[in-house]
């Protein structure tokens, strides 16, 4: 049987790695889903470009361990156009993310300019 100690250590971090994995699933899910009715093959490939590079370097699991949602990080829009109703993931393409805080998503664009995808409805957001 387990330490008192290691069981506090496992229930501490039980809800955090379930939230990774719930993310990991959405990305998944994400990754499969069939681009939203208006938007181009080109444009569905560089979303899914960004995400999947979002993945792979470790922002994904910084973001939900932040609380970020899987909705805010994959959500696939019914169409293109609903950028509001777009998830931050989805919207990287080929720019580099350079900082995932439990406010904002940084990414550099290819003119060397920072830009930030906040979370709505927050409230640390002014």
Known sequence: MPSPAVVALLKGVKPALLHVLAAREAARAAFEAQSPSD?????WAM??????????????????LMGWTPEELYRVPPVWSRVDLTAAALLIGDRKVIAV????????????SHLKFRRIGREHIA
Do not use: K, M, N
Not at 39 to 43: G, L
Not at 101 to 112: F, K, P
């Open 39 to 43: 938007c181009s093959e080109p444009r």
């Open 47 to 64: 979303a899914q470009y960004g995400l999947q590079h979002f993945v792979e370097d470790g922002w994904s699991d910084s973001a939900a």
């Open 101 to 112: 805080t439990e406010a904002s998503i940084a990414i550099e664009t290819r003119s060397g």
